[in-house]
């Protein structure tokens, strides 16, 4: 599998005759699986037109700090929220002088402020602009800033000179690039998740739902994420933030939960049901207002269906992960979940302890498969979503 599968990653084109070789740049980090977006500078507009990297990217290319069609006018946030790695290429003296010294007078010198994504530069100037002091010094600078500079080669240039400048192969660029993303055994899986609490209506007003927040389920997104996986995130009622480089799936109830995911189930290769699906709804919905007229009221359940044990019963199931949120015989019932739904994992979270567990930023877990018994003591919700798939893995991929 590819490093950069669901990586996304900036290139910056600033103003070099180098900046014919972008698009080849653009494609090569595709071949890896990467997500490209471009940033165009105007010295860059002088050699290469933003139709030709918007055609190989796929995307729009960018060029104004000052755009008016981004969201409250901050296109330098968004990109920089988006990026995982910038690479700047080729880069200018100017550019790196600009960067080096923290200004933002442009679109990619303001999203390179803005943003804390790995930071690779590849310089392409003539050969007395490279070895100056002031371009060595500016270079150091970054250095110290842990940006990764991309040493340019060395030939004949554009000028006549014969020497160190000439912008690095697109090959190497994109393979170093490549190489500082960890491949993991995650790395292009298909990964559907389940997270939230659903919302089962007794009239317009009223609903029977629960206390789960979301944020145990969208630390497994996000590390999967991390991981490389190609994630598809179904959920409900949440008080988390979306990631969003997961495809996301908004659902309300329990019906709509199973319903998109047997929709999403085809060729996953691994579901992770975390969300708390209510087990039952009301019999008889109410169009209008109950009215409290101080008699007694009679509600009528009934079961929703079981997600996590009708994917367990599919001819071609994924590796099933389910999670069991008890409050006593916690071990006993979460081992007869494990057996009952036919499923490879099960999450045993104790849901009586209010120190961890529902709407808290902690948790404390145990990892339970057939063979399995390990207790992941408590931490935060983020770490212990990281040991969770780090056992997985070891038992399963």
Request: glycine fraction near 6%; aromatic fraction near 6%; hydrophobic fraction near 40%.
């Amino acid at each position: 599998m590819n490093n950069l599968t669901n990586k996304h990653i900036i290139i910056g084109v600033s103003g070099s005759i180098s900046a014919y070789k972008a698009p080849d740049i653009v494609r090569r980090l595709q071949d890896f699986d990467a997500k490209v977006k471009v940033i165009l500078t105007k010295g860059g507009a002088k050699f290469i037109t933003k139709w030709s990297l918007q055609s190989i990217s796929k995307n729009k290319v960018y060029h104004n700090l000052w755009d008016e069609d981004a969201e409250f006018g901050m296109r330098h946030i968004e990109l920089a929220r988006w990026a995982d790695a910038i690479l700047i290429a080729p880069a200018s003296a100017n550019t790196i002088t600009n960067i080096s010294i923290g200004k933002a007078n442009d679109l990619l010198s303001s999203v390179v402020l803005a943003s804390d994504a790995l930071l690779f530069i590849a310089p392409a100037m003539n050969l007395k602009m490279y070895q100056s002091h002031a371009l060595q010094n500016n270079l150091s600078i970054l250095i110290n800033r842990h940006a990764i500079i991309i040493k340019p080669g060395s030939g004949e240039q554009v000028c006549g000179d014969i020497g160190m400048g000439k912008l690095a192969e697109p090959s190497s660029i994109a393979k170093q690039v490549f190489q500082q993303f960890i491949s993991t055994k995650l790395t292009g899986k298909k990964v559907l998740i389940t997270l939230g609490s659903t919302i089962e209506a007794i009239d317009p007003i009223r609903f029977i739902s629960n206390h789960s927040s979301g944020k145990m389920g969208m630390e497994l997104v996000n590390t999967c994420i991390e991981s490389g996986a190609l994630v598809t995130c179904i959920y409900g009622n949440i008080t988390t933030t979306l990631n969003t480089k997961s495809n996301n799936i908004s659902i309300v109830n329990a019906q709509q939960m199973y319903d998109k995911v047997m929709d999403n189930i085809t060729n996953q290769d691994i579901f992770i049901a975390c969300a708390a699906v209510s087990d039952f709804s009301a019999k008889n919905t109410k169009n209008q207002k109950i009215k409290n007229d101080r008699r007694n009221l009679t509600l009528e359940l009934i079961p929703n269906k079981d997600i996590l044990a009708d994917v367990c019963k599919l001819k071609e199931k994924p590796i099933c992960m389910g999670f069991a949120a008890e409050t006593q015989n916690m071990l006993k019932n979460a081992k007869n979940k494990l057996k009952n739904k036919g499923c490879d994992v099960i999450i045993l979270n104790d849901v009586s302890n209010a120190n961890f567990g529902f709407n808290t930023d902690e948790n404390e877990v145990t990892f339970l498969s057939k063979n399995l018994n390990k207790k992941i003591a408590k931490s935060s919700k983020k770490k212990v979503a990281k040991k969770i798939l780090e056992i997985f893995i070891k038992e399963y991929l």
